[in-house]
């Protein structure tokens, strides 16, 4: 069956950076595209990142353009989302998602899903 597992979270100082990475296994991990969701107790799951299956096109919420890059090396089927200059209020469990829907923006286009990993960004 499909499995996903994050990993590459933890505590950070404001600034600083960490790079979470995404195991897939169980599928044709080429053929789909992929996202990273992130999610606090106080708010709903909210896209964070999204690339193509070819890595031609990626998608970033307006909070982390230009600080988070995903990438992903089809051959080792790992999807990477690279965090520089952390604040605060990124602190969030990270999940990533396989696309199968329309939309990359919306977690319902979205249908396997990692069990998460932590993101704490301290002050």
């Known amino acids: 069956q499909v499995q996903l597992v994050e990993s590459g979270g933890g505590l950070v100082q404001a600034g600083g950076s960490l790079r979470l990475s995404c195991a897939a296994s169980?599928?044709?991990?080429?053929?789909?595209?992929m996202g990273w969701f992130r999610q606090t107790p106080e708010k709903e799951r909210e896209f964070v990142a999204a690339?193509?299956?070819?890595?031609?096109?990626?998608y970033f919420a307006d909070s982390v353009k230009g600080r988070f890059t995903i990438s992903r090396d089809n051959a080792k089927n790992t999807v990477f989302l690279q965090m520089n200059r952390l604040k605060p209020e990124d602190t969030a469990v990270y999940f990533c998602?396989?696309?199968?829907?329309?939309?990359?923006?919306?977690?319902?286009?979205?249908?396997?899903w990692g069990q998460g990993t932590q993101v704490t960004v301290s002050s």
């Open positions: 690339i193509s299956w070819n890595s031609a096109n990626t």
């Open positions: 998602a396989r696309k199968s829907g329309a939309y990359y923006r919306d977690a319902v286009s979205y249908d396997y």
């Open positions: 169980g599928l044709t991990f080429n053929l789909y595209s």
